[in-house]
């Protein structure tokens, strides 16, 4: 299967992706964001990782809450948005005293990170990436418990198919009529925000993406509906337990 082009999506929108953001979750997305990172540092974990950091919202918000000591890591496949990243902590801490955080570019199916590197793991709005419609998903899947210790938690904030039937339906209308066209407008990439708002509309429900997680090495351990349904807050932890292959991951799109 062909793979979407990611990575040229990502270094075309990079410079109005935050904003775009803002907009189209009603400036939600910070609370979500700060919801997650409570969960993230709840066992107060020494390293942490955030996989699809993007422009660094999630780590620099686990700056902002982390102890002096901890170690944080922003890893993401896009120098560009990266580069945004750093340009933030360097912001931030000018401001405000944070712990240190260091941003990685590189592949999130061959990271270069050894076994049981980190106490936790979260990725926001980025497993969707990793795993829809992805010929890689096992892999991507595969490394994130590979690097993630054992009993180490795994937070997952990413969006969601409503199970509410009216809600599901105003859910569609405004992924696909909507947000493509103005995200394309105000990017300049019409194309990127038509992937991003297809991923999200044919994405897994929360039960979905909870099974797959499971048989990929992880336990649930608390899940929660946000916005309706339309996002999810997933918190696991891993256990030793084989990976069972995800080649369904590669979810079709539902018109």
């Known amino acids: 299967m062909k793979d979407f082009p990611l990575q040229t999506f990502y270094g075309d929108i990079h410079s109005t992706y935050d904003r775009v953001n803002r907009i189209f979750t009603f400036g939600r997305d910070r609370a979500w964001r700060r919801k997650a990172v409570v969960e993230l540092l709840r066992k107060q974990p020494d390293r942490v990782l955030d996989l699809c950091t993007g422009t660094g919202d999630f780590i620099l918000e686990a700056a902002r809450k982390a102890g002096k000591d901890t170690v944080l890591t922003g890893y993401d496949f896009s120098p560009a948005m990266l580069e945004l990243a750093r340009d933030k902590f360097r912001q931030l801490s000018e401001h405000e005293q944070v712990a240190m955080v260091e941003f990685l570019e590189g592949d999130a ?142 979810k079709e799109d539902e018109d």
């Open 109 to 250: 199916g061959a990271m270069p990170f050894e076994e049981a590197s980190f106490d936790a793991l979260g990725i926001t709005f980025g497993i969707r990436n990793l795993i829809y419609k992805n010929s890689h998903a096992s892999q991507h899947l595969r490394e994130i418990n590979r690097v993630l210790r054992p009993g180490g938690q795994l937070v997952i904030l990413e969006s969601s198919r409503p199970e509410n039937v009216l809600w599901r339906l105003f859910n569609t209308i405004y992924l696909r009529f909507i947000l493509p066209y103005l995200g394309g407008l105000i990017s300049g990439n019409l194309k990127a925000y038509q992937y991003l708002a297809s991923s999200s509309k044919n994405y897994y429900t929360i039960k979905e993406m909870g099974a797959i997680l499971e048989m990929a090495g992880f336990e649930l351990s608390d899940s929660r509906s946000l916005f309706l349904g339309s996002v999810m807050l997933l918190v696991l932890e891993k256990k030793q337990k084989e990976i069972v292959s995800l080649d369904h991951a590669d």
